[in-house]
């Protein structure tokens, strides 16, 4: 809410999958001076629909604790910035490996303060917005976050090599494949 505060025409989209979530949610948002209508709940739709969406947001806020795995991907695959608060456990690190591996840290933040701050931010910035979603779509990496294939063979390749050592008698080790 306090982020929704300060963008006045700012909202915040959600998945509609509880109607007294949806109810409770709109109240809560009242209570604390924001309209209700500014929530907005998406009802379930097939992939093709549910991934047209994400082309009409400007930014994915994560969640925390507990990041988004598939829907922060989702949302990367369509070229939709996400924006994280990486924590200490592999929950709440998703949307950080994500986001490293197509070199976007700077939408990795530390603190509930820095997430906030980087979102109001980046809602005053809509040209920022839109250098982060071009660099989402065109990031050098996307093919080997998105490659199936590609992360199929490189699978394949690090349990060979594990098979490998395993078979001259020698200790598990961390490698780069």
């Given at each position: 809410?306090?982020?929704?505060?300060?963008?006045?025409?700012?909202?915040l989209?959600?998945?509609?999958?509880?109607r007294?979530?949806?109810?409770?949610?709109?109240q809560?948002?009242?209570?604390q001076?924001?309209?209700p209508e500014?929530?907005?709940?998406?009802e379930f739709?097939?992939?093709?629909?549910?991934?047209?969406r994400y082309?009409?947001?400007?930014?994915?806020?994560?969640?925390?604790?507990?990041?988004a795995?598939?829907?922060?991907?989702?949302?990367?695959?369509?070229?939709?910035?996400?924006l994280?608060?990486?924590?200490?456990?592999f929950?709440?690190?998703v949307?950080?490996?994500?986001?490293?591996?197509?070199?976007?840290?700077?939408?990795?933040?530390h603190?509930?303060?820095d997430y906030?701050n980087?979102?109001?931010?980046?809602?005053k910035?809509?040209k920022?917005?839109?250098?982060l979603?071009q660099?989402?779509?065109?990031s050098?990496k996307?093919?080997?976050?998105?490659?199936?294939r590609l992360?199929?063979?490189?699978?394949?390749?690090?349990?060979?090599?594990?098979?490998?050592?395993?078979?001259?008698?020698?200790?598990?080790?961390?490698?780069?494949?």
């Amino acid at each position: 809410m306090r982020i929704l505060d300060q963008p006045p025409h700012a909202v915040l989209w959600l998945f509609d999958k509880n109607r007294q979530v949806q109810f409770t949610l709109r109240q809560y948002a009242q209570a604390q001076g924001i309209a209700p209508e500014r929530l907005v709940f998406a009802e379930f739709a097939p992939l093709a629909e549910h991934l047209s969406r994400y082309r009409l947001a400007d930014l994915f806020l994560d969640t925390a604790p507990y990041n988004a795995h598939t829907t922060a991907s989702d949302a990367l695959w369509v070229g939709l910035p996400v924006l994280t608060l990486s924590g200490r456990s592999f929950a709440s690190r998703v949307g950080a490996s994500l986001l490293t591996a197509l070199d976007l840290k700077e939408l990795i933040t530390h603190s509930l303060s820095d997430y906030e701050n980087l979102a109001l931010k980046l809602c005053k910035e809509p040209k920022a917005l839109s250098q982060l979603r071009q660099r989402v779509t065109h990031s050098p990496k996307r093919s080997a976050l998105f490659d199936g294939r590609l992360l199929a063979r490189l699978m394949e390749s690090a349990y060979t090599q594990m098979a490998h050592r395993q078979a001259q008698g020698l200790p598990p080790e961390g490698f780069q494949v």
